[in-house]
Nanobody, 128 residues
Framework: QVAESGGGLVQPGGSLRLSCVAS????????IGWFRQAPGKEREGVSC????????YYSQSVKGRFTISRDLSKNTAYLQIDNLQTEDTAVYFC???????????????????????WGQGTQVTVSS
């Protein structure tokens, strides 16, 4: 089970750090993904980190502004979001699975179907 936190209302150009805490199991050995869903749009994969090394994936729309990381001692993954833009407004979801990032690293597309365990999401709103 995973749970996200850290969302909020931010002005354009601001930053947020989202957290994804695992309970009942360790994040060690799991690929971790971050997705977002804006109103009226499909869920979009934005970043992931591989289960067994530090390889990462970022979608083109967030590359250079988003940074994924994890701290296994805290059983927590993070998504640092810098230079927030209005189009970043969405509910952000954390997801985990054993090989969840493998497809993205190989095919260049982060798919919801590659992850079996999801959090409830945290709202990020970017507005002046």
């Amino acid at each position: 089970q995973v749970a996200e936190s850290g969302g909020g209302l931010v002005q354009p150009g601001g930053s947020l750090r989202l957290s994804c805490v695992a309970s009942g199991d360790t994040l060690n050995g799991y690929g971790i993904g971050w997705f977002r869903q804006a109103p009226g749009k499909e869920r979009e994969g934005v970043s992931c980190i591989a289960s067994n090394d530090d390889r990462t994936y970022y979608s083109q729309s967030v590359k250079g502004r988003f940074t994924i990381s994890r701290d296994l001692s805290k059983n927590t993954a993070y998504l640092q979001i810098d230079n927030l833009q209005t189009e970043d407004t969405a509910v952000y979801f954390c997801a985990v699975d054993f090989f969840g990032c493998t497809g993205a690293l190989g095919l260049g597309t982060l798919r919801t179907a590659d992850f079996g365990y999801w959090g409830q999401g945290t709202q990020v709103t970017v507005s002046s």
